[in-house]
């Protein structure tokens, strides 16, 4: 007889399930610090302006929040379409995950409430590593516990912990420009997540020869044990 260890959080649909839904809520919930003035009976465009003016370090964090929160996203769904199943560990290490992703709101207002404050940078940028930290963690105990799917998922799961292992070196290299001044560590931590974002890198043509056929294969064969995998 299998033991709970062995039955307990084995199915990725599930934990993709609630991760896609934690995600949107903090998605969601980083835009509720942009709040618009009050309306007042009489106001001129120059008062709207003086009035709205204001916003910009606000809209700047959710911004940056949205795009952080995105870039987490689909590292974390590229990583549990390569799971052919999952482990009790590997479920508690994934809320864990994302216990800090839901923290991100707060976060986002802390900064967004004390922009000029060193210690809302390190806070924030706290909660940015933490994020990493435990999706490392996560891929490492898949690795080693056999949940990854075949060649193409080692790929992408060695791909995945290169880069995060690159952000949290460059985080903290952007809180410790909080010392010069907290728009620094921003405007820092802004260009790398738009360089994860819209930069990726191209991979090499030795990268995609020893993986070509692989993935190829892969393709439609990742679908069924992912199946077999969620059905037991």
Same mark, same amino acid.
């Given at each position: 007889? $299998?033991?709970? %260890? ?11 399930? =609630? ?5 949107? #809520? ?11 003035? !009050?309306?007042?009976?009489? +106001? $001129? ?10 916003? @910009? ?5 959710? /911004? ?17 379409? %390569? ?9 508690? @290490?994934?809320? *864990? @995950?994302?216990?800090?992703?839901? #923290? ?10 004390? #922009?000029?404050?060193?210690?809302? &940078? ?5 909660? @940015?590593? +933490?994020? *990493? ?13 056999? /949940? ?5 998922? !080692? ?16 985080? &903290?290299? *952007?809180?410790?420009?909080? =010392? ?9 931590? /802004?260009? &790398? ?13 030795? %990268?995609?020869? %020893? ?22």
């Amino acid at each position: 007889m $299998s033991s709970y %260890h062995e039955l307990a959080g084995t199915r990725v649909d599930r934990i993709a399930g =609630l991760s896609d839904a934690l995600y949107a #809520i903090a998605l969601t919930l980083t835009v509720l610090e942009v709040r618009l003035p !009050e309306p007042r009976s009489l +106001m $001129s465009e120059r008062d709207l302006i003086a009035a709205i003016t204001p916003l @910009l370090p606000r809209v700047l964090t959710y /911004l940056l929040s949205f795009m952080t929160l995105g870039i987490f996203w689909v590292g974390d769904q590229t990583f549990l379409h %390569h799971l052919h199943r999952s482990d009790r560990t590997f479920s508690w @290490l994934h809320l *864990g @995950l994302l216990a800090a992703v839901a #923290i991100m709101p707060v976060s986002t207002g802390l900064l967004a409430n004390y #922009i000029t404050y060193r210690t809302a &940078v390190v806070f924030y940028t706290f909660n @940015l590593l +933490m994020i *990493g930290f435990l999706s490392i963690v996560a891929i490492g105990h898949a690795r080693r516990a056999g /949940l990854v799917s075949g060649r193409a998922g !080692e790929a992408a799961a060695t791909t995945l912990h290169r880069r995060l292992m690159t952000g949290q070196i460059l985080y &903290v290299v *952007g809180a410790a420009l909080c =010392l010069i001044h907290t728009y620094w560590s921003i405007a820092f931590i /802004l260009f &790398v997540q738009a360089y994860f974002a819209f930069w990726p890198g191209k991979p090499s043509r030795r %990268h995609l020869a %020893h993986h070509a056929t692989p993935t190829e294969g892969a393709v439609e064969a990742q679908g069924e044990p992912s199946r077999k995998g969620e059905s037991s």
